[in-house]
T-cell receptor, first 111, second 113 residues
Framework: GENVEQHPSTLSVQEGDSAVIKCTYS??????FPWYKQELGKRPQLIID?????GEKKDQRIAVTLNKTAKHFSLHITETQPEDSAVYFC??????????FGSGTKLNVKP | SAVISQKPSRDICQRGTSLTIQCQVD?????MFWYRQQPGQSLTLIAT?????????ESGFVIDKFPISRPNLTFSTLTVSNMSPEDSSIYLC??????????FGPGTRLTVT
């Protein structure tokens, strides 16, 4: 089955700096890669996603890149703000809409 | 996106008992899923809830322990049977919003004593 690894487990940045979270996956059949943000006590919220036929996608301060050959994808957050502090999860999805999640990254943005 | 609700939002149960969690969506959806999130951990897919047929379970999860119903395109239930403290988790349903996206319900926080 699919195995998704996520690094780092914790990330602390100064407000205004950039943050990068990286994930790798094992199954070449995976074709959809969403990123979720989960604040304490709340449900995971989809923040950005990318399909396997695209190399990069950007939405304001958030961008995701995908390298299918190397089987890795990354989340980039620029100009971080304290409200970006949360746990971020990457996932890999297959044609049956099944998602396999990474272990999560706790991002702390220091004001 | 669809509005997803879950009941109960939280519960404290005695070991050996069972709890049924409900997931309701405000529009018809083809795909519904159940996940478990153990304290401080990631999300693990339990099963895909199929309308009109048996659920499809992931490795490590069995129907006797986690029976699932999907009577129509807007509703599903997950039962956690014969509970032990190790079942203490947040249980989340999700729905496929389009071709690929999934959106999560608010979760049910279960504590087994």
């Amino acid at each position: 089955g699919e195995n998704v690894e996520q690094h780092p487990s914790t990330l602390s940045v100064q407000e205004g700096d950039s943050a990068v979270i990286k994930c790798t996956y094992s199954d070449s059949a995976s074709n959809y890669f969403p990123w979720y943000k989960q604040e304490l006590g709340k449900r995971p919220q989809l923040i950005i996603d990318i399909r396997s036929n695209v190399g990069e996608k950007k939405d304001q301060r958030i961008a995701v890149t995908l390298n299918k050959t190397a089987k890795h994808f990354s989340l980039h957050i620029t100009e971080t703000q304290p409200e970006d502090s949360a746990v971020y999860f990457c996932a890999a999805g297959d044609n049956f809409n099944k998602f396999y999640f990474g272990s999560g990254t706790k991002l702390n943005v220091k004001p | 996106s669809a509005v997803i609700s879950q009941k109960p939002s939280r519960d404290i149960c005695q070991r050996g008992t069972s709890l049924t969690i409900q997931c309701q969506v405000d529009s018809q959806v083809t795909m519904m899923f159940w996940y478990r999130q153990q304290p401080g951990q990631s999300l693990t897919l339990i099963a895909t809830a199929n309308q009109g047929s048996e659920a499809t379970y992931e490795s490590g999860f069995v129907i006797d322990k986690f029976p699932i119903s999907r009577p129509n395109l807007t509703f599903s239930t997950l039962t956690v049977s014969n509970m032990s403290p190790e079942d203490s988790s947040i249980y989340l349903c999700s729905v496929a919003g389009g071709t690929y996206e999934q959106y999560f319900g608010p979760g049910t926080r279960l504590t087994v004593t």
